[in-house]
């Protein structure tokens, strides 16, 4: 089933309300951006290049400020708003290792840069570093790794901060479709396992179907929220829904969206 209205049911983590983003440069990314994120949920922002997604998870990660309406973020006992509530993970399209350091070292970087030494992080690094299967690597530098690999350390050092929420610009989009639809399983199994909530980046309507259980459809730029599509099919999601009539049936309808959205 799809619904074209948000999921309601989910206590929600952040909210947007009525956001926007100009730039100093006068260019108007965003306009009027409401946008509910539920606590454990994985939500899609799908949408065309230069559409304000990428502006979104930045302003959700305090990386920058809206200039427009307000950004609130809910308290997981009271519900009522609570600045502290964010620790946020962030992974970049691309990996953005230090070549000159370890697998290791490059996981260590955020807690370092919160104190904390190498022996003392090392536990929580090597949790991360075992999660995404690259604990054997823990020594090797990111010359000696693939893509995929790159990618998967990126990850790690996200995770290894315990992050409430995870935001994700288009880690996939460089990699190729193998090692994509590995990364994807792999990223919905991190998500059931440690009970994250996630925002994806992604101009794929494929991969926003197999991973989300919801999608914002975004407009042109100023982007706004022009629909919100729940994926109502159970998890875990297998290759056999890749290919299924349920998922050709929601990427239909999400491409509709999308176009819809882009004023086609």
Request: proline share 5%; hydrophobic share 45%.
């Amino acid at each position: 089933m799809l619904n074209a209205s948000p999921a309601e049911s989910a206590e929600a983590i952040v909210s947007l309300d009525g956001v926007g983003k100009t730039f100093d440069n006068g260019t108007r990314a965003l306009a009027g951006v409401d946008l509910r994120i539920g606590r454990g949920e994985f939500l899609s922002l799908l949408g065309p290049s230069g559409c304000g997604k990428s502006t979104i998870l930045r302003l959700i990660a305090g990386l920058d400020e809206p200039t427009e309406g307000t950004i609130t973020w809910h308290d997981r006992a009271t519900g009522r708003a609570a600045q502290r509530e964010r620790n946020v993970g962030f992974v970049f399209q691309e990996p953005t290792l230090m070549p000159w350091a370890t697998v290791f070292d490059n996981a260590w970087l955020p807690l370092r840069l919160k104190g904390m030494t190498r022996s003392s992080a090392e536990a929580q690094i090597m949790t991360a570093l075992e999660s995404v299967g690259l604990a054997d690597f823990r020594n090797a530098y990111p010359r000696e790794l693939s893509g995929g690999m790159k990618m998967r350390v990126s990850i790690a050092r996200a995770l290894a901060t315990d992050p409430s929420i995870l935001l994700m610009d288009e880690p996939f989009a460089a990699l190729d479709e193998i090692t994509r639809f590995r990364l994807n399983d792999d990223l919905l199994r991190l998500w059931a396992d440690k009970g994250w909530t996630v925002v994806f980046v992604t101009h794929s309507v494929f991969e926003s179907v197999y991973l989300s259980a919801r999608i914002a459809v975004m407009t042109n730029r100023p982007g706004r929220i022009a629909a919100d599509i729940v994926v109502d099919e159970p998890f875990p999601r297998t290759e056999a829904f890749r290919t299924s009539p349920k998922n050709g049936e929601i990427a239909r309808i999400t491409s509709e969206a999308l176009h819809r959205a882009m004023g086609e």
